[in-house]
Structure formats: structure tokens, C-alpha cells
């Protein structure tokens, strides 16, 4: 037994055979696929992985030491089934990734972050926050850089930002994060776990293999926690000082920390960051304090929060002018996502509308909306059921993307933002949000030129 098998041809198992291939190590895909992309199967024979595609067949374990399992792969087919009888490991690209780096460099740091929603956020912020400190970061993992990808282009001592998901949490073995933050818990994947107990339990493994030295964030208050006891120091963060080491916002909007030996510090006021919204302060609270234990200064933490610009296509500030501001919200394709950024705004609110409509009722925007709204723009192929659900309110109609988000941004006045959280996917006249979201800011930049 001398080869390795990678289930599944994603970023995850691309990760993988470029991991073995630049060690000459043998290694085969298996994916059930029939179909895979041309460019697909280029990549992986370029790599001289070679690729069984439309089936897992058993036979390939026959000469197996290991199976990397990529993260949408459910544990429970056949073939890892069959894997765990022979006693073949079955680890994931995480942990596959974690073994690299420790045999490479033992003085890196992986600062994990995980939870149901702000995951992509915290983690691409905690690795700014560490750069604007001066500190080798790269924020990687489940928001899409794999790990593998991350720990082979390091620099010696990096810290790792590391967005981990329950997927990925499901393979780990030894991995350990010097720091780990679960941020929130709200059902979701429970057709992969069943249970919002088997959801929690894999969450929850982020810190399993933590020692006293290392830390443990966690939201303060949280009933999912409860009888939880981590092996780590924990920390806590919300919105009052639990007396700990910790991270709140007070009532004021300031910002303070707590270190481990119970200094609190007053860093900045929630108005300074750029990213709206009580959602972001508890992103930039738990990032605060995975950044502290990174290493970082306050001042220099402090500063980065300052200038910290969100992720793309997630109310992402595209530009201002005049009082005006304009939100890139295209990762905004479902009613879910639409509320959570007209309540992250203050108002008043010309909000965009539309594209291709996914069958669910827009209604459950109208008290969000409430005493917030200077107008509706709708747009693309999901007008009519806009008009059905949202029609008695302020709006305007237009077809085509260009015009519509021109007719937002000359409709709002001083004090105003321009929100495209459209409540739709992109593709009734785009290929991704990305694309969406791109074109939305070109558009800015253009009204910013005129």
C-alpha cells in the first residue's frame, strides 16, 4: 500500500495532487463526476495524478496507505465506508495541510475560525489585522485559498487565518489551533448532520485537540455553549465586559479588549469601522482577539480595523460622493442575506432589487425596510414577483442592470445609501455574483467620475 486517493476534484482535492506531485508522492482522483470539464482533466493530468471519474470503485483502496477526502464528499458513502474497515486513513485537505506545516515550520500559528455565519469576514479581517501589525498572515481555507495552497507558498513564522467549516472539521485527526474562535450557531447543513447536536459537535472540534496554552474565543452568553469546557484559555466576546479576557462592544459603541492578565483597553468606536452593521463589530470583536493572541499590538490592531474595507461582494463599500454611499452586497442572492444587510445599514435606503428569482416570498423584507426606505429599484427577470410582494412600496422599474443602478444612484440624497442586495441570483444576466458585483462597482466609479 503506497499511494494516496483523493475523493473529489474541487479546489480541496486540486490542492491535494499539487501537494503530492510536488513530492513526487503517488497519487490517484477518484470523483463521481461523469462529466468533468476538459480543463479539469487537464489540471489534474498535468499533475500526473490520474483521474477515475463517475464512480468510486472499491478496488481503488486496494493498494491505498491514505484517503484525502474533500469537504462536499459526505463521509458516509461506500467508499470511505470501505476505507475505515480496511483501517485506511481518511483525513481531509485541512488536516493533510496542518501535517505539512508542522513538519515545515514549527513556529507558524493557525488561528482557526469557524461558525454558521461571518466566517469568511472574521477570518479575512484577522489576517489584515495581523498585517497591519507588520506580521507574515494569509487568510486561507474553507473562503476559498486551501490550505495545502497557503502553507507551500508561506514565508517562515506565518500566521494562518484558517476559515474551517463542519465539512472540513469532520476529518480532522491531530489538528491543532494555536487559536480558535466558533462565532455563532444557526441550522444549517443538517441534510449532511442530521441533527443541530451532530452540526454543534462538528463545530466544536476546532478546539478539540487545544492545550492550556492556546486560546479558545467564543461568543459570550451563548446557550450552544453551555456544559461546553474548552482545554484553552477562553476568551469572550459581545456586547458587555464578562470580567475576562475578552472583547465587547458597551453601549456607547466603543471597543474594548481584555488580555490575559486583565488589562482592558480602549481601541476605537464602532462609527470608525467601515464595515456596517452589529454583525461586523461581533466579526471585528472575535477577530481582535485572534489577532491579540497572534501577536499583534493593540494600537497597530486598532488601526487595521480602521481601514479594513470588508470582503468583496459582501457589503463592501463601493464608494461615496456627495453624503451618498454605495454597498456591494451581490453575495447577496437570498431574502436570508438581503435582511441581514438592510439591518446592518442605518437608513434611508435606496435599495436594488432583482435578477433571477429563486421562488421565495419578498415580503419578509418590508418590516425590515420600515421607517428605513427612501426607494425600491427592481430589476431583471424577478420583477414581476417583486412587484406582487413589494409593489405597494417606493419604487422604480427597470430591466436592465445598467439602468437601474444609475437610476439608484441619482435618487439618493445626502445622507442616503445605495444598497444592490438584490434577493436574487446573478444569473439572468450574469455569469457569478462576482460578475454582479464587479459591474455594480464600475458603475459606482463612474458616477464617482462625473
Known amino acids: 500500500m503506497n499511494q494516496t486517493v483523493i475523493v473529489g476534484a474541487g479546489k480541496s482535492g486540486l490542492a491535494a495532487a499539487r501537494h503530492f506531485a510536488g513530492r513526487g508522492a503517488p497519487a490517484l482522483l477518484t470523483d463521481s463526476n461523469p462529466s468533468p470539464s476538459a480543463s479539469l482533466v487537464t489540471q489534474f493530468a498535468a499533475l500526473h495524478v490520474p483521474g477515475v471519474w463517475g464512480a468510486h470503485p472499491l478496488s481503488l483502496l486496494d493498494d491505498a496507505a491514505e484517503v484525502v477526502l474533500s469537504p462536499v464528499v459526505n463521509p458516509n458513502i461506500e467508499f470511505v465506508q470501505e476505507a475505515k474497515r480496511r483501517g485506511i486513513p481518511v483525513i481531509g485537505e485541512i488536516e493533510l495541510a496542518h501535517r505539512a506545516l508542522r513538519q515545515k515550520d514549527p513556529g507558524a500559528k493557525i488561528l482557526a475560525i469557524t461558525g454558521t455565519n461571518g466566517k469568511s469576514t472574521t477570518t479575512d479581517l484577522t489576517a489584515h489585522l495581523l498585517k497591519a501589525a507588520g506580521?507574515?498572515?494569509?487568510?486561507?481555507?474553507?473562503?476559498?485559498?486551501?490550505?495545502?495552497?497557503?502553507?507551500?507558498?508561506?514565508?517562515?513564522?506565518?500566521?494562518?487565518?484558517?476559515?474551517?467549516?463542519?465539512y472540513q472539521l469532520e476529518t480532522i485527526i491531530a489538528f491543532r489551533a494555536e487559536a480558535?474562535?466558533?462565532?455563532?450557531l444557526t441550522p444549517d447543513h443538517l441534510a449532511r448532520h442530521g441533527t443541530m447536536d451532530a452540526y454543534l459537535k462538528a463545530k466544536l472540534r476546532v478546539?478539540?485537540?487545544?492545550?492550556?496554552?492556546?486560546?479558545?474565543?467564543?461568543?459570550?452568553g451563548a446557550d450552544f455553549l453551555s456544559g461546553f469546557s474548552p482545554l484553552g484559555q477562553k476568551a469572550l466576546f459581545g456586547w458587555r465586559d464578562t470580567g475576562g479576557m475578552g472583547a465587547w462592544c458597551d453601549d456607547r459603541g466603543d471597543i474594548y479588549v481584555r488580555d490575559a492578565k486583565g488589562a482592558a483597553t480602549r481601541l476605537l468606536n464602532r462609527s470608525e469601522l467601515i464595515i456596517p452593521g452589529d454583525h461586523n463589530v461581533e466579526n471585528a470583536l472575535a477577530a481582535l482577539l485572534l489577532t491579540m493572541h497572534g501577536g499583534a499590538p493593540l494600537g497597530a490592531m486598532a488601526e487595521g480595523l480602521k481601514t479594513y474595507p470588508g470582503l468583496a461582494h459582501r457589503l463592501a463599500l463601493a464608494g461615496e460622493k456627495n453624503g451618498v454611499r454605495a454597498y456591494n452586497d451581490s453575495k447577496g442572492t437570498n431574502v436570508d442575506a438581503t435582511l441581514v444587510a438592510i439591518r446592518a445599514l442605518p437608513g434611508p435606503l435606496v435599495l436594488i432589487l432583482g435578477g433571477e428569482d429563486k421562488g421565495s416570498s419578498y415580503d419578509p423584507l418590508r418590516s425590515a425596510l420600515e421607517g428605513k426606505l427612501r426607494q425600491l429599484v427592481f430589476l431583471g427577470d424577478a420583477i414581476p414577483m417583486l412587484e406582487r410582494d413589494l409593489g405597494d412600496l417606493p419604487h422604480a422599474t427597470h430591466k436592465g442592470f445598467d439602468e437601474a443602478v444609475n437610476v439608484a444612484l441619482n435618487a439618493a440624497l445626502p445622507g442616503d445609501q445605495v444598497l444592490l442586495s438584490p434577493a436574487c441570483a446573478s444569473f439572468d444576466q450574469f455569469k457569478n455574483f462576482e460578475e454582479r458585483g464587479a459591474k455594480f462597482e464600475g458603475l459606482v466609479a463612474e458616477w464617482l467620475a462625473l
Open 135 to 166: 506580521i507574515s498572515a494569509i487568510a486561507c481555507g474553507n473562503l476559498g485559498y486551501p490550505f495545502l495552497d497557503a502553507v507551500d507558498a508561506a514565508a517562515p513564522s506565518t500566521c494562518f487565518a484558517l476559515e474551517c467549516s463542519s
Open 180 to 184: 480558535a474562535a466558533i462565532l455563532n
Open 207 to 220: 478546539f478539540e485537540r487545544q492545550g492550556p496554552g492556546d486560546l479558545c474565543v467564543a461568543p459570550a
